[in-house]
């Protein structure tokens, strides 16, 4: 398994601003990814962070609102840039251990964002 | 387009007896299949999966069952356990398109357990 831990656990922002969300594990992983859980709804990937290069994003979702670094094989960063009351939700990271799909995706513990 | 359905957004039960979850999905590209627990201010936890070349999987109280014809996936617990509550949700991958690592999740099952 592997030891995930997101910063900040919470906040409170107001419109308009930027977030950074860091994703630490404790050991290095092919596989990273990033998703949302807004309120009362499901999870849904907002993009595939890779090392050295581009982030792969899924649709409905665009760089210049979701910049994502991955600089490597340990650590992500997730920016909610300029927000809205429609961002809040919980944001997760999570990563695959190995190379195959059908590899358990483990979890971080997420952060909570209020945009007020 | 919600690909993968948990029609049931809460179910309650008696500690001791089963709980059955459930699960449907749409795309026949999916050939893995996950359940994951989730507890308040948690991230979710992986419980157990299923591979589509299986029609059952078992890890101790926690069994998944798929009905690929059906397109269906099951999660039963027995005993359930005051423990056991949290909020399930089901997951599925494969879009023929390779190694993707991507997760699709269902709307999410609260599961209460009654002492």
């Known amino acids: 398994s592997a030891v995930i831990s997101q910063k900040p656990s919470r906040d409170i922002c107001q419109r308009g601003t930027s977030l950074t969300i860091q994703c630490q594990v404790d050991s290095q992983v092919t596989m990273m990814f990033w998703y949302r859980q807004q309120p009362g709804q499901s999870l849904t990937l907002i993009a595939t962070a890779n090392q050295g290069s581009e982030a792969t994003y899924e649709s409905g979702f665009v760089i210049d609102k979701f910049p994502i670094s991955r600089p490597n094989l340990t650590f992500s960063t997730l920016t909610v840039s300029n927000m809205s009351p429609e961002d809040s939700s919980i944001y997760l990271c999570?990563?695959?251990?190995?190379?195959?799909?059908?590899?358990?995706?483990?979890f971080g513990p997420g952060t909570r964002l209020t945009v007020l | 387009d919600q690909q993968v359905k948990q029609n049931s957004p809460s179910l309650s039960v008696q500690e001791g007896r089963i709980s059955i979850l459930n699960c449907d999905y749409t795309?026949?590209?999916?050939?893995?299949f996950l359940w994951y627990k989730k507890y308040p201010a948690e991230g979710p936890t992986f419980l157990i999966s299923?591979?589509?070349?299986?029609d059952k999987n078992e890890d101790g109280r926690f069994t998944v069952f798929l009905n690929k014809s059906a397109k269906h996936l099951s999660l039963h617990i027995v005993p359930s356990q005051p423990g056991d509550s949290a909020v399930y949700f089901c997951a599925a991958s494969g879009d023929g398109s390779g190694n993707t690592g991507k997760l699709i999740f269902g709307q999410g099952t609260t599961l209460q357990v009654k002492p």
């Open positions: 795309n026949s590209m999916f050939d893995y």
């Open positions: 299923i591979s589509s070349i299986k």
């Open positions: 999570s990563v695959l251990l190995a190379e195959r799909r059908t590899d358990t995706q483990y």
